[in-house]
């Protein structure tokens, strides 16, 4: 079984900061091997490497293969909408980036309390519906971050969807502000199908602790980490896709491997690492980037936290740590230079209290 699909917001560049540098040599090949092996789904949206991933899009798949090998979805950044012609300009320079006239799949991007209200005013799904039925996209949904209450009031109001798309995986299962397993069953209830985002959490499952590695691999040791989160999303029996952004032919291989559904005892074992992972993991960042754009510091968030992470669980490794903290501190601003606009935390999908941490992060690390 394989539901992957292959997520177009963390591709490979050959400036790592710069996201206009993608490594297009290497993003094509990548792209021939996910078709070559059985894949057919491209996830991308508006805002994706500050703009550059519907462009990538066109060029590494859309001008290099028929269009019946593939179908690619794409997102209207529902939260720039500031009136309804937007909806019809964002649509149209979205045909254009892309070099596509029609979309297998639309939807509005990242709903949360305050953008769901900026999709009512400007009467967002009203218009994704007018698209569909102008046969200029195949099926319509949102992408979504908030609580499994608004989600069913939203659904409730908007039966017109096909597809919710999640945060979805082990560790976020039981999560109270991700409420991954809640918005799951909430979606499966209004008979939705669904699409799954950060199904290894931004890379964090990717690289779990020594304790929560050895909890799986007494159980098969061939497998990666990766590959376990991936299965546990994959085995979700309305999951249609698991998004994975891949950005190295190693990555490719390891999740494009059939994987079969998994069984009580290995859930079990996802649980155990839930648990040894959350105990050592101090902040739940998953490198989305969202907070750092409008950063008037430009201050690098994921990446020092990721850093404070590999410090919490091991102080002993400072050594390492603190040489890639200190150059980072060359080009972007300091931890300590945040001056709390709340800019950042506005927008976290992960509701993480960055203020709070950039400061834990610089009385570690400065
Ligand atoms: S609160 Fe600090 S980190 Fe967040 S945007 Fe403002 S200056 Fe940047
Ligand atoms: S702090 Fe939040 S918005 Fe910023 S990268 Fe991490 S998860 Fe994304």
């Known amino acids: 079984m394989n539901k992957m699909g292959f997520g177009f917001l963390r591709l490979p560049k050959l400036g790592p900061q710069d996201d206009t540098s993608i490594d297009y040599e290497l993003l094509n090949r990548m792209v021939d091997a996910f078709l070559e092996a059985g894949g057919s789904y491209f996830d991308t949206a508006y805002t994706y490497l500050s703009g550059e991933s519907e462009s990538a899009l066109r060029k590494s798949l859309v001008e290099r293969h028929p269009r019946s090998s593939y179908r690619v979805a794409t997102k209207l950044p529902s939260w720039k909408v500031k009136c309804e012609e937007d909806n019809e300009r964002y649509f149209k320079?979205?045909?254009?980036?892309?070099?596509?006239?029609?979309?297998?799949?639309?939807?509005?991007?990242?709903?949360?309390?305050?953008?769901?209200?900026i999709a009512e005013k400007y009467h967002e799904f009203a218009f994704m519906s007018r698209l569909k039925a102008e046969g200029k996209v195949g099926a319509i949904g949102f992408s979504y971050h908030d609580s499994a209450e608004l989600l069913h009031e939203?659904?409730?109001?908007?039966?017109?969807?096909?597809?919710?798309?999640l945060q979805l995986n082990y560790l976020d299962w039981d999560s109270p502000s991700v409420q991954a397993q809640l918005c799951y069953e909430t979606a499966?209830?209004?008979?939705?199908?669904?699409?799954?985002?950060?199904?290894?959490?931004?890379?964090?499952?990717?690289?779990?602790?020594?304790?929560?590695?050895?909890?799986?691999?007494?159980?098969?040791?061939?497998?990666?980490?990766?590959?376990?989160?991936?299965?546990?999303?994959?085995?979700?029996p309305e999951v249609e896709i698991v998004l994975s952004g891949m950005n190295s032919m190693e990555q490719m291989a390891e999740n494009m491997q059939d994987v079969p559904l998994m069984n009580e005892?290995?859930?079990?074992?996802?649980?155990?690492?839930?648990e040894i992972i959350r105990s050592q993991t101090a902040i739940p960042c998953t490198a989305c980037g969202y907070c750092a754009g409008n950063c008037p510091k430009k201050i690098a968030i994921p990446q020092y936290f990721k850093l404070y992470n590999e410090y919490a669980r091991n102080h002993n490794d400072d050594w390492k740590i603190q040489p890639v903290y200190d150059a980072l501190c060359k080009t972007?601003?300091?931890?300590?230079?945040?001056?709390?606009?709340?800019?950042?935390?506005?927008?976290?999908?992960?509701?993480?209290?960055i203020t709070h941490w950039l400061k834990e992060t610089a009385k570690a690390l400065e």
């Open 188 to 236: 499966v209830k209004h008979g939705k199908k669904v699409l799954v985002m950060e199904p290894v959490k931004g890379g964090t499952l990717a690289e779990i602790p020594a304790e929560a590695a050895a909890a799986f691999a007494e159980l098969d040791p061939t497998l990666t980490p990766a590959q376990w989160a991936l299965r546990f999303a994959q085995s979700l």
């Open 332 to 353: 972007y601003g300091k931890a300590s230079d945040c001056i709390g606009c709340l800019q950042c935390e506005r927008n976290c999908p992960q509701k993480i209290q």
């Open 154 to 165: 939203i659904l409730t109001k908007h039966p017109e969807v096909d597809y919710v798309q």
């Open 93 to 117: 320079e979205q045909q254009e980036r892309c070099g596509l006239d029609y979309f297998d799949v639309y939807l509005l991007h990242w709903l949360n309390a305050k953008n769901y209200e």
């Open 265 to 274: 005892q290995e859930l079990a074992a996802c649980g155990k690492a839930r």
